[in-house]
């Protein structure tokens, strides 16, 4: 991903899309885009443990602020089907754009 940052545009809206034939590839995607998850348990057994996520992903701590949205799908061959979609926090894209790329990738039939 990094490599592919230097081809955004910067001030104009950006998008990850990731395809893949296997469902759990979303994960890998989903921790590369926000940090690998952590848990600290705390010394008395009594306390809830820490939980959250590295400073160590692609949009982590403010980093490559160009991109707002990034999309997961599965393709299977017949159809194309959204798995997972990541909006930023604070992000300036029109909730209609992000409804209209959620729905271009959802169960789209594919001609052969």
């Known amino acids: 991903m990094k490599e592919a940052y230097g081809q955004f545009v910067h001030g104009k809206t950006n998008l990850i899309a990731v395809c893949s034939d296997w469902f759990d590839d979303s994960e890998d995607f989903?921790?590369?885009?926000l940090g690998r998850t952590f848990e600290r348990l705390a010394g008395d057994k009594r306390m809830t443990p820490e939980t959250g996520r590295l400073h160590d992903g692609f949009w982590s701590v403010e980093k490559h602020r160009a991109i707002e949205l990034a999309i997961f799908f599965t393709f299977s061959g017949t159809r194309d089907h959204l798995d997972s979609r990541w909006v930023r926090d604070h992000s300036t894209i029109?909730?209609?754009l992000i409804s209209c790329v959620?729905?271009?990738f959802t169960s789209t039939s594919v001609t052969r």
């Open 30 to 33: 989903e921790t590369a885009l």
């Open 94 to 96: 029109a909730p209609e």
């Open 102 to 104: 959620s729905s271009v």
